[in-house]
Nanobody, 123 residues
Framework: QVQLVESGGGLVQAGGSLRLSCAAS????????MGWFRQAPGKEREFVAA????????YYADSVKGRFTISRDNAKNTVYLQMNSLKPEDTAVYYC????????????????WGQGTQVTVSS
């Protein structure tokens, strides 16, 4: 099992930036992909971004492409989500996930989740 702890959320004005971190522990070597999802009140958890083990392949939702960047530091067992040009519609709880099997775009493909970190973007 992989244990995940997110941090870095907060309140920011529209147009601002935040960097989320996800620290992993446990059987991290067995996790080929890591992903970020988000869940706004009353909505389903949705895919934001994912990255493979080497960092050579990244995947983004259309809504964040060009604004968010996912990266990882395997030496620190940490995955990051740099969020720029934030919009009020980015407001959500952001979750880090350790991929199990299946498409990286689907939440059912992830075997472990962190507790989430709140991101609030004011207009």
């Amino acid at each position: 099992q992989v244990q995940l702890v997110e941090s870095g959320g907060g309140l920011v004005q529209a147009g601002g930036s935040l960097r989320l971190s996800c620290a992993a522990s446990g059987r991290t070597i067995s996790t080929p992909f890591m992903g970020w999802f988000r869940q706004a009140p009353g909505k389903e958890r949705e895919f934001v971004a994912a990255i493979n083990w080497s960092g050579g392949s990244t995947y983004y939702a259309d809504s964040v492409k060009g604004r968010f960047t996912i990266s990882r530091d395997n030496a620190k067992n940490t995955v990051y989500l740099q969020m720029n040009s934030l919009k009020p519609e980015d407001t959500a709880v952001y979750y880090c996930g350790a991929h199990g099997s299946g498409s990286v775009y689907y939440k059912r493909s992830y075997a472990s989740w962190g507790q989430g970190t709140q991101v609030t973007v004011s207009s």
